[in-house]
């Protein structure tokens, strides 16, 4: 059975819409709750980085897209782990603004 099709199962058997509400609410906060902490966790491992090499992340990543840095393995990860901070911001303001 699908995501989709277990959450439409839960819809349907849920007497109280309100109550239904209460959980998926409940469920986006935990969600949103380890976003956040995930997101301490990159902005830790990035800072990390931008002490190593002096310079801050958005500055490095925008370079190192343009080729200036060369190749280092440093590099990619610490570019790797720019996009996964990026993109779970993301994820965790689409969850703010349902709240």
Known sequence: ???????????????????????????????????????????????????KFKIDSEMFYQRFQTGELGDSIDFFEWAGLYELRQDLMQKAAQLELQR
């Open 1 to 51: 059975m699908s995501v989709h099709e277990k959450l439409e199962v839960l819809k349907q058997t849920y007497v109280d819409e309100d109550q239904f509400g209460r959980l998926l609410d409940k469920l986006m906060a935990m969600i949103l709750t380890q976003h956040r902490v995930r997101l301490t966790r990159y902005n830790q491992e990035l800072t990390q980085f931008e002490q």
